[in-house]
């Protein structure tokens, strides 16, 4: 099934266009599975993207949208949140959580509200990227509207482990 009539991608953008979004979604060639490849495919700074981790916290799913330039820091976060700590998720809690799959899951459209954190880096950015629903789909947005989107808290949420400030160069 190609990207664009892919049920996920429809659905998103179903619900951009639903929430006043500003955004379209952009269907790209080659699969955005990293921050790095999105990045090197709109030609903007690898900062900019907004990654979608899914996180276990016993049991319960947990969004955290950081910047490309970033890296989650569990224990930052797990302090942040109160909890012991966070589990990495497997592919099926994904996608059972996000009606996604790891390397599109979009920021919406998942099942059951998902308590989300927004790194605060991605602020940086007036333009911002968000997966789509799919590998190969994403959207632009703005920190702004990505909190309001998503219901999502700001938070600090890593360290950088890229270069934000340039365009992302293989």
Do not use: C, K
Not at 34 to 41: E, I, M, P
């Amino acid at each position: 099934m190609s990207p664009p009539d892919h049920p996920r991608v429809t659905e998103v953008e179903q619900l951009l266009r639903a929430a006043g979004a500003t955004g379209q979604v952009r269907h790209l060639p080659d699969s955005a599975r990293t921050a790095a490849a999105a990045a090197a495919q709109l030609g903007v700074p690898v900062g900019a993207i907004a990654n979608s981790l899914v996180f276990d916290v016993g049991g319960t799913p947990l969004l955290v949208l950081t910047s490309g330039g970033h890296r989650v820091d569990e224990v930052r976060v797990a302090e942040f949140l109160g909890v012991p700590a966070l589990t990495r998720s497997t592919p099926e809690f994904v996608r059972r959580h996000t009606g996604q799959a790891i390397g599109g899951v979009a920021p919406i459209g998942h099942p059951e509200p998902i308590g989300t954190l927004v790194d605060v880096e991605l602020a940086r950015y007036q333009e911002v990227w968000a997966a789509a629903g799919h590998p190969h789909t994403v959207f632009p947005t703005s920190y702004d509207e990505l909190l309001r989107l998503t219901e999502g808290t700001p938070a600090e949420v890593g360290a950088a482990t890229a270069p934000t400030a340039g365009v992302f160069t293989p």
